[in-house]
C-alpha cells in the first residue's frame, strides 16, 4: 500500500495509514465527493459504518477516485443485531455489497452493547471471516479492557484494532496500556474533540503557535508521534489537506504533557457500559 501517511503494522500482519478520514455524518452524495477528494489529495484510509447509512456513497468515491483497490485501506463496522456468528457474515455481506467491493480491509464491532451479552459470538464471527479472507484484519470499537479480556480469553485472539473516543480531553491511559500490552493498535475517533471546544483550549494553541501550525494540526500531532492512529472528521478540501500534513514537526515532551493535562476537562465522552447500536 503507498500513503502519504506512515503506515503501521497491524497483528494480522497488514498495515493501516496513521492518518484517515471518518465519513459521519455525511449522507451517500457528499461523501463520494469528500472521498474521491480525500484520495486526490494523498489520504488511503476511509473509515465508515453501518450505522452512518454512507457505505455506498463511499464505494463511489473510491471508484471515482481512479486510485487501485489495493492501495486504499476500507474500514465500516456492523451494529448489535448482528451480533452472532451467522449474523456478522450477513453484516459482512450487506456492508462490501453497499461499498460495491469484494473484501474490507478492517471490519469492527462497532460497539459492544454488554446489556446484549453476545459481543463474544460476535468476535468469533469475525475470526471465521478473516479465515476465509473476506476480511484482512478485524477488531472493535469503544471496547474497555474488560471486553477486550473476554474476546481474548474465550479465543485466545485479540483485536488488530481497538477504535475508541481519544483526545488531549479523554486520554484514554488503561486502554492504552492494555492494548499496548496485547498488540492491539488504538485508533482515536473524535480525535480533535467534538465542535471547537477543544481547539479552543489555551494548551492547545500555545503547541500550535510554537511550532507554526493549526491548532487541529497540533493536536493531530498529539495522536500520530503516541503511535496513534487519527480518523478525523472534514468535509473541506483545505482541511482535509492539513489533517494530512502532521508529520514534518515534533512536540516536546512538555508539550505533549501539557495537552495530556487537559485530560476530563472537556464533555464526557459516550459510556460504553450504557450506549450502543
Do not use: C
Not at 480525500?38 to 473510491?62: C, P, Q, S, W
Not at 493549526?214 to 487519527?230: D, E, I, N
Amino acid at each position: 500500500m503507498t500513503s502519504t501517511a506512515p503506515l503501521i503494522t497491524l497483528a494480522s500482519g497488514h498495515s493501516i495509514p496513521q492518518i484517515g478520514f471518518g465519513t459521519w455524518p455525511l449522507d451517500d452524495a457528499e461523501v463520494a465527493h469528500v472521498v474521491e477528494t480525500a484520495f486526490d489529495l494523498g489520504y488511503r484510509h476511509v473509515d465508515t459504518a453501518e450505522n452512518y447509512r454512507n457505505e455506498k456513497g463511499v464505494g463511489d468515491g473510491i471508484r471515482r477516485s481512479g486510485v487501485p483497490r489495493e492501495d486504499v485501506f476500507v474500514t465500516t463496522k456492523f451494529n448489535r443485531e448482528w451480533h452472532s456468528v451467522k449474523g456478522v457474515r450477513e453484516a459482512w455481506e450487506n456492508s462490501v455489497r453497499r461499498l460495491g467491493l469484494e473484501y474490507l480491509d478492517l471490519f469492527l464491532i462497532h460497539w459492544p452493547n454488554p446489556d446484549q451479552g453476545t459481543y463474544v459470538q460476535a468476535w468469533e464471527g469475525l475470526l471465521e471471516l478473516r479465515d476465509e479472507g473476506k476480511v484482512r484484519s478485524i477488531g472493535v470499537s469503544n471496547f474497555i479492557p474488560q471486553h477486550l479480556e473476554d474476546l481474548i480469553s474465550s479465543t485466545g485472539v485479540g483485536p488488530d484494532v481497538n477504535q475508541i473516543q481519544l483526545s488531549p480531553y479523554w486520554v484514554q491511559h488503561q486502554a492504552r496500556a492494555f492494548h499496548g500490552g496485547h498488540a492491539i493498535v488504538t485508533e482515536s475517533y473524535s480525535p480533535i474533540g467534538r465542535g471547537q471546544d477543544l481547539l479552543s483550549e489555551p494548551a492547545v494553541a500555545a503547541v500550535a503557535e510554537a511550532h507554526g501550525v493549526t491548532r487541529a494540526q497540533a493536536v493531530l500531532r498529539w495522536h500520530t508521534q503516541q503511535g496513534l492512529v487519527a480518523i478525523p472528521k472534514s468535509a473541506s478540501r483545505e482541511r482535509l489537506a492539513a489533517n494530512l500534513a502532521v508529520f514534518d514537526f515534533d512536540l516536546t515532551l512538555e508539550e505533549i504533557k501539557s495537552l495530556d493535562a487537559l485530560d476530563g476537562t472537556g464533555p464526557a465522552a459516550a459510556d460504553p457500559l450504557s450506549f450502543g447500536h
